[in-house]
């Protein structure tokens, strides 16, 4: 009987496995920067699931607390075993394989062009994930079809049968149809071959810039599953104030009553005007509200969220700015759209509705329009409006931002930015919520335009360096 297209695909495997390792040293540098995308991306400590892990190596790589690989070569899960015996390893197709475990992350790297059937693949992947998993794909981009086709033809790299040729909107398409929606989409690697100086400039800097970015030969693609849920939370509100003593009940006032608790959280910095004070009259003046009062031991915002948040016991985390120009009244949107799994980090942004006559001045607006292109750039997500102080996020992801905090280092004064580049690390799921932003009722600005803006230009690079052009 005459093979199918799969028999083929499985049989071509099989016979690979013997070789697979050579083929993984001839083409190390490709392996190498692969892995380290995915550790990019993926925590140490996770529960990860490769299907189509081959001999296991970038499974490994990425350190996992639980790590499960799967492959339909008997031949590449045995030596899979032999190599990486603190990892579990199954002879299973892609698009039946089921378990009892739940995982963080699902890796499918170099996989999706070799697969008979990609969307019941996906379809599958329901078995294996929960609200929260993230599925990283890597796969190569269509326009290098004829390098790779000249690459196996002499002997550079290792042939391929029935290939498939998915563009990332071919991809987007099938998750999609299974309740996937992608997060992100990064595109690495402009030369795949090591050459010493030549490859940092090419594949570190010229890779990320707009035009030769569209030319790499990686597209490393996040998605994460569609799950709409009608769950409910408790809250903690932290209410960052300095000289915002004319606020301080109206926050309490004009804050809806959502979730199944809120708990609100002042923390007040060096005040001249009673804020503190202020402070304590409101907390005994509603005695039936959840309040808290906390003085920052440092200085800056940033410093101050942090602390709130180190003491908040709510499931969810928001940030409203004492000084209200993002109305309180909104902050129902941010919670429905976290609670409802519309995503993962909420983001408020000013920048659509017109504006109150001095709510934002002309040149800080300029500079929202400027740092939200800029960091949607950076971030490989849209980010419209960057300097908006209102953030919603789970607990649950702040502890994992906190935990990978040492990679950017404590570099924010203002907050803002130390959640956005974690979150980003983390590949949360932004969504930004417009809101009317009002004008002060009391008090005054106290943003710097020109001291501040250069602050938030050298921490833009500084993002730039550690999330798009990395080594």
Request: proline share 4%.
């Amino acid at each position: 009987m005459a093979e199918t297209g799969k028999d083929l695909i499985h049989n071509y495997f099989e016979r690979l496995s013997v070789r697979r390792d050579r083929w993984r040293r001839r083409n190390w540098f490709y392996h190498k920067t692969i892995e380290k995308q995915y550790r990019m991306i993926i925590p140490e400590g996770s529960t990860v699931l490769e299907l189509g892990c081959g001999t296991g190596d970038l499974l490994n790589s990425v350190k996992p607390g639980i790590g499960y690989g799967i492959d339909f070569s008997e031949g590449m899960i045995n030596k899979a075993r032999s190599k990486f015996p603190n990892l579990s390893f199954y002879q299973a197709d892609a698009d039946s394989f089921t378990c009892d475990i739940r995982f963080d992350y699902v890796i499918m790297s170099d996989l999706l062009s070799s697969l008979w059937d990609v969307q019941t693949v996906i379809r599958n992947l329901r078995n294996l994930i929960h609200p929260r998993t993230k599925i990283i794909i890597s796969s190569y981009s269509y326009v290098w079809e004829p390098v790779l086709r000249f690459g196996e033809f002499v002997g550079l790299k290792a042939k391929q049968p029935l290939q498939s040729w998915l563009t990332v909107n071919d991809i987007s398409g099938l998750l999609n149809i299974e309740e996937f929606e992608l997060v992100k989409v990064d595109r690495k690697l402009l030369l795949p071959v090591y050459i010493p100086i030549i490859n940092l400039i090419i594949n570190t800097f010229l890779a990320n810039l707009p035009g030769f970015n569209s030319l790499c030969l990686v597209n490393m693609i996040t998605a994460r599953p569609v799950f709409r849920k009608t769950e409910q939370f408790s809250v903690s509100i932290v209410v960052p104030a300095r000289n915002e003593k004319g606020n301080i009940e109206n926050a309490i006032l004009r804050t809806p009553d959502f979730g199944t608790h809120q708990e609100f959280i002042f923390i007040e910095g060096y005040s001249s005007d009673n804020t503190w004070e202020e402070i304590l009259r409101v907390k005994d003046a509603y005695p039936e509200k959840d309040i808290k009062a906390l003085k920052q031991t440092g200085k800056g915002k940033g410093n101050a969220v942090r602390e709130a948040f180190e003491i908040a016991s709510g499931e969810i985390l928001m940030i409203l700015d004492a000084d209200l120009t993002t109305p309180p009244e909104d902050m129902p949107k941010f919670y429905e759209a976290l609670s409802m799994n519309r995503g993962e980090f909420i983001n408020g942004c000013r920048l659509v509705y017109p504006m109150d006559k001095q709510a934002m001045r002309f040149l800080n607006f300029l500079a929202n329009k400027f740092f939200g292109w800029f960091f949607s750039y950076i971030l490989g997500q849209r980010l419209k409006d960057t300097l908006c102080g209102t953030k919603v996020l789970f607990r649950k992801d702040y502890d994992l931002i906190t935990a990978n905090r040492k990679y950017f280092g404590d570099f924010d004064p203002f907050g803002d930015f130390d959640l956005i580049f974690g979150a980003a690390k983390l590949n949360l799921k932004i969504t930004e919520i417009i809101v009317r932003y009002r004008d002060r009722e009391y008090g005054s600005t106290q943003i710097s335009r020109f001291r501040h803006g250069m602050l938030l230009i050298r921490m833009s690079f500084f993002a730039a360096r550690k999330i798009k052009f990395t080594r």
